[in-house]
């Protein structure tokens, strides 16, 4: 399960609204890729079609998608979002991780 905050879920449901994406139909598709300066990165997007191999989740009224490579890193993660003067963005709260870089966009296990 991935937990999606109030603050992530108002954001996601503007950021889809202004790219032409239905919150309401369309999906939020977190994955993890090799790279970033731990090891491990996050991708946030946004997708109008599920795989055979995604698994779908809801919470807080927002779809999401990921596919089962990357579900077995981000189980229990929460979708954050921080703005404000040194806010970050989307920020992902994963408790998986053993080690962060210091921009939290990268993790390792």
Known sequence: MIKVSE???LKVVSLMAEEGFDATTDYVRVGVKSGGCS???????FD???EDTD????????RIIVDK???LYLVGT???YSGG???KGFVFNNPNAQRTCG???SFSL
């Open 7 to 9: 603050t992530a879920k």
């Open 39 to 45: 090891g491990l990165s996050y991708e946030l997007k």
């Open 48 to 50: 109008k079609s599920v």
């Open 55 to 62: 698994k779908i989740f809801e919470d807080n009224a927002v």
């Open 69 to 71: 490579k990357s579900f």
């Open 78 to 80: 929460t979708l954050e």
């Open 85 to 87: 003067l040194n806010g």
């Open 103 to 105: 921009c939290g966009e």
